[in-house]
């Protein structure tokens, strides 16, 4: 008797303080996301890596809308890898990839869905998401501190009308740089208006097939960029997840000024490319 009466006492105060309207959270109405998501582009032999668009060759073979200015950087950038640089690519210091970049999911990804968040969870250089769907707008001072990943917020839709969600669609604002598409240097503006909208949802005839419609808005292109990416599940209860993942460690690169070098194997600092200039050493007494 005296443990019934523990429980009921427990089951009223988890009711009393209960937000006022709040609703259990009822799973059935969501698509079933669950388990390990892996990219379905495996790669690419070249040094460059995987590419944004994952139907076309990477490099110029992505055919990016970029304006006559932006078009110049990329080209630029993709001689300068060429010669052994990094280009444009923020990522070999550590930085985030950012949106959209993250999407590529260089790791496996898990999708969390909770009523008032949904969080993408990829291990790789702090490529997480949270994704606002409890009906907020973007806030006001938004811009006065940026995130690699942005400022998510989705709204679930029953698109075939049979009372469950099968869409999540997101929008994300909010971004800092530096920030590119994908490993070959493709440029985001510079001004960081970046605006991404995304369409979420289950292949209707290989539930284990998972899509994302990414449309890239930003001034760096002259239209918006549509590219269309699929994750597929691994059919097991049981995934293995990666390696813990820190970029930071035995990372050989390191960047100075405008050059990046690379640290030999003694642990002295030595050229990435031809002719390369030494950093500037003013600040260092000259030793015989």
């Not at 590419?51 to 993709?78: C, F, H, M, R, S």
């Not at 740089?177 to 292949?203: C, M, Q, W």
């Not at 813990?244 to 030999?264: M, Q, T």
Request: glycine share 8%; aromatic share 10%; net charge negative.
């Amino acid at each position: 008797m005296r443990f019934r009466s523990l429980i009921g006492a427990t089951a009223l105060a988890a009711a009393l303080l209960a937000p006022p309207g709040a609703a259990a959270f009822d799973e059935s109405k969501y698509p079933d996301l669950k388990g390990q998501w892996r990219r379905t582009n495996t790669g690419n032999p070249l040094r460059i890596g995987l590419p944004w668009d994952e139907t076309k060759p990477v490099g110029l073979g992505q055919e990016a809308p970029l304006t006559p200015e932006y078009q110049a950087i990329y080209e630029a950038n993709l001689r300068d890898q060429a010669e052994g640089g990094q280009g444009t690519d923020p990522t070999f210091t550590c930085l985030s990839p950012g949106m959209p970049r993250v999407m590529i999911a260089y790791a496996p990804m898990e999708v969390v869905v909770t009523p008032q968040t949904t969080y993408i969870l990829i291990e790789h250089i702090h490529d997480n998401r949270r994704i606002y769907t409890d009906g907020r707008s973007f806030p006001s001072n938004m811009d006065e501190d940026p995130q690699f990943s942005g400022y998510s917020i989705g709204k679930w839709l029953d698109e075939d009308g049979d009372g469950r969600y099968d869409t999540l669609e997101v929008e994300t604002r909010g971004m800092k740089g530096p920030r590119v598409f994908d490993a070959s240097g493709i440029p985001l503006h510079e001004d960081n208006k970046t605006v991404v909208k995304e369409r979420i949802y289950l292949d209707k005839a290989d539930r284990n097939l998972l899509h994302d419609d990414i449309t890239t808005i930003d001034n760096a292109l002259t239209r918006p960029w549509l590219v269309k990416k699929t994750y597929r599940r691994v059919t097991t209860n049981k995934p293995i997840w990666w390696r813990e993942d820190v970029c930071a460690e035995n990372n050989v690169h390191v960047a100075i000024g405008k050059e990046s070098y690379f640290l030999s194997a003694d642990g002295l600092l030595m050229p990435a490319k031809k002719d390369q200039p030494p950093p500037d050493l003013r600040y260092f007494k000259e030793t015989k």
